[in-house]
T-cell receptor, first 116, second 113 residues
């Protein structure tokens, strides 16, 4: 596709349920980012991939959060045993270059996760 | 640590009015500064940036100047349009890690015809 695609757009999960959020970056983009945006707040960094390598995962809030990008293209953010505080919009972005990093990134529309 | 504070919204203006959205920051090092915009139903987009003190970023009639002495990066536009209605985020990145950004909480701008 022409842009970054995230699926599903909306997800309602019962507390304790596991969820998987998918990001299809722009083809050929080396860098991929995940950010979490709580209601009324700015995005917060979760993790960064360069191709299949997860170079920075310092923003993952707990060991219930796990991200992967096994073939250097599609990425999945998995949240185990979801809690209400996990309710947020999860943003994915990708960029062609390494050096330019986040400033040259294109964003998806996000997945809105609601934990009930 | 690193953090960004921006004025709360919503900000409601009439078309052709002057816009200022305040942004101040705290940084451990010497950051780069950014404004992002999120139009309704769309993803975040980079609006402008400045990488060193006294630099002025500009794009689409918007401007912001990197003020190290006041740790500020206020966004301005001389004459807003209805199409500028969006949420605006101020952000910074550490020079040692361009991949990790710190965002403010966002300011919603409503421009009325």
């Amino acid at each position: 596709g022409a842009g970054v695609s995230q699926s599903p757009r909306y997800k309602v999960a019962k507390r304790g349920q596991d969820v998987a959020l998918r990001c299809d970056p722009i083809s050929g983009h080396v860098s991929l980012f995940w950010y979490q945006q709580a209601l009324g707040q700015g995005p917060e960094f979760l993790t960064y991939f360069q191709n299949e390598a997860q170079l920075d995962k310092s923003g993952l809030p707990s060991d219930r959060f796990f991200a992967e990008r096994p073939e250097g293209s599609v990425s999945t953010l998995k949240i185990q045993r979801t809690q209400q505080e996990d309710s947020a919009v999860y943003l994915c972005a990708s960029s062609l270059s390494i050096g330019g990093g986040f400033t040259e990134a294109f964003f998806g529309q996000g997945t809105r996760l609601t934990v009930v | 640590g690193n953090s960004v504070t921006q004025m709360e919204g919503p900000v409601t203006l009439s078309e052709e009015a002057f816009l200022t959205i305040n942004c101040t920051y705290t940084a451990t090092g010497y950051p780069s500064l950014f404004w992002y915009v999120q139009y309704p139903g769309e993803g975040l987009q980079l609006l402008l940036k400045a990488t060193k003190a006294d630099d002025k970023g500009s794009n689409k009639g918007f401007e912001a100047t990197y003020r190290k002495e006041t740790t500020s990066f206020h966004l301005e536009k001389g004459s807003v349009q209805v199409s500028d209605s969006a949420v605006y985020f101020c952000a910074l990145s550490d020079r040692n890690n361009f991949n990790k950004f710190y965002f403010g909480s966002g300011t919603k701008l409503n421009v009325k015809p």
